[in-house]
């Protein structure tokens, strides 16, 4: 015990240490999310050894593309980064792509957050339930009454946080939900000591050795590649850190890089490698739920379901901020089609849909958007915003309450959404702005990373679609 308690410790002051500026800590943020409760199921899918590699590797080309997308920004005016700006500089017409893909991966991650509700709420009212039979005298072998099976259906649990998460999702402005950085963080450190006791202190036999795989490769691997990509994914998060920063150098941002992705690295491995060895090849798409209830686990499922309840509205915001965009597109296109005649289009401004969701405020009503020629894009009108914000919200329910695999909706969102933002954006950038500059290792780095962003869009999300069509 004294072992472990050592070890903690240690972890949590490099951890501390790599986050010590609050850029950092918002870019951590956003990257520490539902992806580590899936890792331990990841690496069991490849191995442990091709899973380390592969956190390695999509650590490497997440922190390229964060790289790409700074120095992109510098060749922006002032302190008005974005990827609209860098679109404008670049492809014009790839800010509407660029809405679509963070509108996926919000809504995405969004239908994550409320799996996770409908996976844990049925395990922390089995476990406060068995709790208070023993409490009361009983041993804790008595089952529920049959009359509350309703509280262990996972249907029922996210039905409910919607009539939270709902009038949240409605707010103009989300100022107060702030808070939840720092709630995140604990979850994580929380989250990590859990994962470390059981390994240490296991509450059965860990799996033999034989059982554990170091490589493991198969068509499998196509499907849990893209949880490896969204594991990293906080590329919306850094136009707003290089605005924000009183020092935006590059040495300073590469710290910043550095500092966040490296601390997600150590995160991810110790969660998946010590949940791996665990549970072995049983291990399932979310840790927190493999383990036997109890006081210590019961806190940190509460801890994680708040954590993600406060979290949905930040995706919602930016979501419906791009889809508003899209929409509007779609509009202007076919009054040109029709009438021959409409304005240009032009995507998110620097304080919209990336900068709302890296500083958890999302302000729609009332943001200034404009087009090339100076005009101003239309604000949603109110039945508009409610339409969309509703839209969201119901399509996000649909789904979490028929799928219950967390693995295959963050494979799908990685295949698509964060790919297009953490390799797919940042590599074409990078490579239009120097196009006409001979060719360096940064250039055919940034052509490297548009491939390979290309490939993982195509093939995982072929292999997900074909996983989807068999069953």
């Known amino acids: 015990m004294d072992h472990t308690v050592i070890m903690i410790l240690v972890m949590v002051t490099r951890l501390v240490h790599l986050l010590a500026s609050g850029a950092t800590i918002n870019l951590a943020n956003t990257i520490l999310g539902t992806g580590m409760l899936a890792m331990p199921g990841a690496l069991a899918a490849v191995g442990m050894i091709l899973g380390s590699f592969m956190i390695v590797f999509s650590a490497f080309a997440s922190g390229l593309g964060l790289y790409f997308l700074t120095r992109s920004a510098s060749r922006t005016e002032g302190r008005s980064?974005?990827?609209?700006?860098?679109?404008?500089?670049?492809?014009?017409?790839?800010?509407?792509?660029?809405?679509?893909?963070?509108?996926?991966?919000?809504?995405?991650?969004?239908?994550?957050?409320?799996?996770?509700i409908g996976d844990l709420m049925p395990e922390v009212v089995k476990s406060m339930s068995t709790l208070a039979f023993v409490a009361a005298g009983g041993d804790g072998s008595g089952d529920m009454d049959p009359i509350l099976w309703f509280l262990i259906?996972?249907?029922?649990?996210?039905?409910?946080?919607?009539?939270?998460?709902?009038?949240?999702?409605?707010?103009?402005?989300?100022?107060?939900?702030?808070?939840?950085s720092a709630l995140a963080l604990v979850a994580v450190v929380y989250l990590v000591f859990i994962v470390i006791y059981y390994y240490v202190n296991p509450e059965g036999p860990l799996p033999p050795k034989e059982d554990i795989q170091y490589f493991k490769f198969s068509g499998q691997f196509f499907t849990t590649l893209p949880i490896f990509v969204f594991a990293f994914t906080c590329h919306q998060n850094i136009f707003s850190c290089y605005n924000e920063l009183t020092d935006n150098g590059q040495s300073m941002l590469n710290r910043i890089i550095t500092s966040s992705i490296g601390a997600a690295v150590g995160v991810y491995h110790v969660i998946g490698v010590l949940g791996y060895l665990t549970f072995g090849n049983a291990v399932g798409s979310n840790i927190i739920q493999m383990y036997n209830s109890s006081m210590l686990v019961t806190i940190g499922r509460i801890a994680i379901v708040v954590l993600v309840m406060f979290?949905?509205?930040?995706?919602?915001?930016?979501?419906?901020?791009?889809?508003?965009?899209?929409?509007?597109?779609?509009?202007?296109?076919?009054?040109?089609?029709?009438?021959?005649?409409?304005?240009?289009?032009?995507?998110?401004?620097?304080?919209?849909?990336d900068e709302d969701h890296a500083s958890n405020?999302?302000?729609?009503?009332?943001?200034?958007?404009?087009?090339?020629?100076?005009?101003?894009?239309?604000?949603?009108?109110?039945?508009?915003?409610?339409?969309?914000?509703?839209?969201?919200?119901?399509?996000?329910?649909?789904?979490a309450i028929t799928v219950s695999e967390l693995e295959l909706v963050l494979s799908l969102v990685g295949s698509t959404g964060s790919t297009a933002i953490s390799f797919i954006l940042p590599g074409s950038f990078y490579y239009k702005l120097h196009v006409n500059d001979p060719w360096t290792v940064r250039k055919m780095l940034s052509v490297g990373l548009l491939?390979?962003?290309?490939?993982?869009?195509?093939?995982?999300?072929?292999?997900?679609?074909?996983?989807i069509i068999s069953g």
Not at 85 to 113: H, Q, R
Not at 451 to 467: E, F, K, P, Q
């Open 451 to 467: 491939t390979y962003g290309w490939l993982v869009m195509i093939i995982c999300l072929s292999a997900n679609i074909r996983r």
């Open 311 to 353: 979290s949905f509205p930040l995706q919602c915001h930016p979501c419906r901020a791009c889809l508003d965009k899209v929409l509007f597109a779609f509009g202007e296109y076919w009054q040109t089609t029709r009438f021959g005649k409409a304005k240009k289009y032009n995507s998110l401004n620097s304080h919209d849909a």
């Open 153 to 180: 259906d996972r249907r029922f649990w996210i039905t409910i946080f919607m009539g939270i998460i709902g009038p949240l999702s409605f707010l103009k402005k989300l100022d107060s939900l702030k808070a939840t």
């Open 81 to 116: 980064a974005s990827f609209f700006a860098c679109s404008k500089l670049t492809y014009p017409w790839a800010a509407v792509i660029f809405d679509f893909a963070i509108a996926i991966k919000c809504f995405g991650v969004g239908i994550s957050y409320l799996i996770i």
């Open 361 to 399: 405020t999302a302000t729609l009503i009332g943001a200034h958007q404009h087009d090339d020629h100076g005009g101003v894009i239309p604000e949603p009108s109110q039945l508009k915003y409610i339409v969309m914000t509703s839209a969201i919200i119901l399509g996000s329910y649909i789904v």
